[in-house]
């Protein structure tokens, strides 16, 4: 993703628009939302490059056996086979799972691992080498976070898409403002991504096998398609104007280009990948199901991308040859109420004091002393001579800072 990704452009950009005040915040969010992507992904490269080459081959590959104690020394052979660098043993390995707190880290492929275990050995520098098991399992719920909202943004954009294509079955389908159509085109989304999961649960070799590279073609797609749109606009802006610059389309048309050879072959590789697999797999067995059904999805894809990118060809053709108009139409503004679009209010600074002051007082008991002295029926103004506010002040510090409600 952070070299491209088809899922943010198409995606997570359609819920940028209505999260921003202004049009004119869509450039500086939409750069620095790219460049931050770009900071995770070499992150990850840094992340990796702390691991020793071994572990790292180890915690990435993961070969057959008939137990985990079999995998695991199998996987350790095959990779001190690759040279003298990459030589491990399985007592490294089962010492890494120890000090992460899991049981195995053979086979963890995906790069989500990966990422974790070098972002934790990064920051348990940091503090002499403590807390190794918390750092990983901080960076594994980070991600997992990170994955699960872009996955509720996917499901909204997806709901969109099956409303306005059984629309064309069933007209008030497409009405996304209806409850009922909502509600049946969400569950259908989310049965959708669920029958994937369920299957990569129940898979023998790991859900990674049978998902991840759907992922991974499916994410390269949407960036090709992405960038077929993208040149179109491009195209259509410079030609409406009296010089067009038509070389601006290569801003987007040679990573277009790039991209489709890599991510075709690739797709074209891993479903004869897939094939092979599930000829390979026992009849009836779920790692055959899944197989067969990763070569469908896959030539699913590869046809939906090539008709997309033979519409876009025919669309620049015609525009090129001046057969088609170069209009570039926009949906109609939806304006917000005057609140949101005000500039700066000096109230603001008033409301940041006085949620600070709140925070200040939550923070010192002194809201929870006056929470527990409206409990106990006393109302008045506070006395410092008075002993039943000094005991109620030494209980309420009391279980403060010995009881199951402290902070720390």
Avoid at 98 to 117: D, F, H, P, Y
């Amino acid at each position: 993703c952070g070299a491209v990704s088809g899922f943010h452009s198409l995606i997570s950009s359609g819920t940028t628009p209505k999260l921003i005040t202004r049009e004119s915040h869509a450039r500086q969010v939409g750069y620095g939302a790219m460049c931050l992507e770009s900071l995770v992904a070499i992150m990850a490269i840094i992340a990796a490059c702390t691991l020793n080459p071994g572990e790292y081959m180890s915690v990435n590959y993961k070969a057959d056996g008939a137990t985990p104690a079999l995998v695991a020394s199998n996987t350790v052979a095959k990779v001190s086979a690759l040279g003298p660098e990459y030589t491990v043993t399985t007592d490294e390995m089962n010492s890494l799972a120890r000090q992460l707190g899991e049981k195995t880290m053979i086979g963890r492929t995906g790069g989500a691992s990966t990422l974790a275990v070098g972002m934790a050995h990064i920051f348990s520098k940091a503090v002499n080498g403590h807390g190794l098991d918390l750092w990983y399992h901080f960076a594994i719920m980070f991600e997992a976070l990170f994955i699960l909202t872009t996955l509720d943004a996917g499901t909204r954009v997806g709901r969109y898409l099956l409303q306005d294509a059984l629309g064309g079955v069933w007209k008030p389908f497409a009405d996304t403002r209806h409850s009922w159509a909502g509600a049946l085109a969400s569950l259908l989304m989310v049965a959708g991504w669920g029958f994937f999961l369920i299957q990569g649960v129940i898979e023998p070799q790991g859900g990674v096998r049978a998902l991840w590279p759907l992922f991974g073609i499916a994410n390269q797609m949407l960036a090709a398609i992405a960038l077929s749109l993208a040149t179109t606009i491009i195209l259509k802006m410079q030609l409406a104007k009296e010089k067009p610059r038509l070389g601006y389309t290569l801003v987007t048309l040679g990573p277009l280009a790039w991209l489709l050879i890599v991510t075709l072959l690739a797709a074209v590789k891993q479903r004869a990948g897939f094939i092979a697999a599930a000829a390979k797999a026992a009849p009836g067995s779920i790692t055959r199901f899944n197989n067969q059904v990763d070569t469908v999805v896959t030539t699913i894809f590869i046809v939906l991308l090539s008709a997309v990118v033979l519409l876009s060809l025919r669309e620049w053709i015609l525009l090129l040859a001046r057969k088609r108009l170069a209009k570039l139409r926009e949906s109609d503004p939806v304006w917000l109420p005057s609140p949101g679009t005000a500039g700066g209010n000096p109230m603001q600074a008033l409301g940041v004091f006085m949620l600070l002051f709140l925070l200040a007082k939550e923070l010192s008991g002194e809201t929870a002393f006056e929470r527990a002295r409206a409990r106990t029926g006393e109302n008045r103004v506070c006395q410092c001579g008075n002993a039943d506010d000094r005991q109620l002040y030494v209980a309420m510090t009391t279980r403060r800072f010995k009881g199951v409600n402290r902070c720390c």
